[in-house]
Structure formats: C-alpha cells, structure tokens
T-cell receptor, first 110, second 114 residues
Framework: KNEVEQSPQNLTAQEGEFITINCSYS?????LHWLQQHPGGGIVSLFM???GKKKHGRLIATINIQEKHSSLHITASHPRDSAVYIC????????????FGTGTSLTVIP | DTGVSQDPRHKITKRGQNVTFRCDPI?????LYWYRQTLGQGPEFLTY????????KSRLLSDRFSAERPKGSFSTLEIQRTEQGDSAMYLC????????????FGPGTRLTVL
C-alpha cells in the first residue's frame, strides 16, 4: 500500500471548470507538497502546507491534518493547466524522506 | 528553469555498463535529494545529502547504486552493471532546509538501458 494515494488518476475538464484533486496519506507528516509536472519531466513546486489553506492565483490548496487529507483546487481551469499534479509528504517518522503519490493527469479541453 | 541542473539529460547504455549522472543544485541549498521516476508513477526516494553527508538511503536501493556529494555542492549518482529495470528518469532536487521546505527539481536524466 502506498503511503500517499491520489484521486482521480486521470481527469478531463472543459475550460473554465472548477477542478478538485484529492490526496490522502497514511503516515504522520511534517509537511505536504503539491507539485506540477509538465510533459518532458520538469517538476515545479506549487504549495507547501502544514495546516490550513493556501491560495496562489487560481490555485487553492487545503489540508486537514486530523483526516490526513489534502485537496488541490483549480478555479477557472485553462488548457495551460494541463499537467500531472503530484502530492508529496515529508514523513515525521523517517527523517526527511519524502513520499509521493502517483499523480493525477489533468487535461483541460478548450 | 529552477536553478537546478542535471547532466546528461538523456543517456542510452547497454546492459552491464556503468553510468554516472551529475546534479548541480542551487548554490546556497544544503540539502540535495535523488529520486527515480518510472512512467506513470510518482518520484521514488533514493537518497539525500545534508551538505556532503549522505544521511539517508532508501532500503530499496541496490548496492549497484552509489551517490556522492564530495564538497557539499554538486552530486553524482553512479549505477554499476546497469539492468533494463534501471531505465527511468532520475531526478535531483535541492532545498535550503533552514529557510523553507520547497524542493527545486532539476530537469532529470532519462536513462534507457538496452
């Protein structure tokens, strides 16, 4: 069983739609990260969360520590948002090791 | 461009050969991570360095893999006697852990073992 599970695995949306990607984890964490990976491999860090909610432009990330769950929301989605979104956690119990989800592949259709 | 560079970007080798990859992190970042990513999967932790010290290594990492960061700046990852199962994208990331937790990823080295 993976320490980090994401859903859905694949998501297709029409431009302008509100999108939610979910992440659940099973280990105690000190931080959770949302990452974006475009075709070709480049990974960009979007958010680092240890509690509450963060907003950056059209992206919103929330975390519920008690429920071990985080969501990434994209408002007014655009084709340039098409990418793989990966949830990663830094475990409290294994030093500074990071565990990654398998990613959610998002395609936004014009 | 995140400021982290990796070389080479692509490597094709025959089974049994040794390969070495290089990562140059952001200069003031003291923590450096190596990951492996296969198609359709998220990155998998391999090892990390705090300055020149290798502090943690995945128990899944074969003895054929070795990593160094001799002066606490760039790092190398060597794979000896490559196998077809080693084919993957090898990613490097760096953090200034005293200031923030954000990882800055390099573009990766794609290894193909024939």
């Amino acid at each position: 069983k993976n320490e980090v599970e994401q859903s859905p695995q694949n998501l297709t949306a029409q431009e302008g739609e509100f999108i939610t990607i979910n992440c659940s984890y099973s280990v105690g964490i000190s931080a959770l990260h949302w990452l974006q990976q475009h075709p070709g491999g480049g990974i960009v860090s979007l958010f680092m969360l240890s509690s509450g909610k963060k907003k950056h432009g059209r992206l919103i990330a929330t975390i519920n520590i008690q429920e071990k769950h985080s969501s990434l929301h994209i408002t007014a989605s655009h084709p340039r948002d098409s990418a793989v979104y990966i949830c990663a956690v830094r475990s409290k119990n294994t030093g500074n090791q990071f565990y990654f989800g398998t990613g959610t592949s998002l395609t936004v259709i014009p | 461009d995140t400021g982290v560079s990796q070389d080479p970007r692509h490597k094709i080798t025959k089974r049994g050969q040794n390969v070495t990859f290089r990562c140059d992190p952001i200069s003031e970042h003291n923590r450096l991570y190596w990951y492996r990513q296969t198609l359709g999967q998220g990155p998998e932790f391999l090892t990390y360095f705090q300055n020149e010290a290798q502090l943690e290594k995945s128990r899944l990492l074969s003895d054929r893999f070795s990593a160094e960061r001799p002066k606490g700046s760039f790092s190398t990852l060597e794979i000896q006697r490559t196998e077809q199962g080693d084919s993957a994208m090898y990613l490097c990331a760096s953090i200034d852990w005293q200031k923030e937790d954000t990882q800055y990823f390099g573009p990766g080295t794609r290894l193909t073992v024939l």
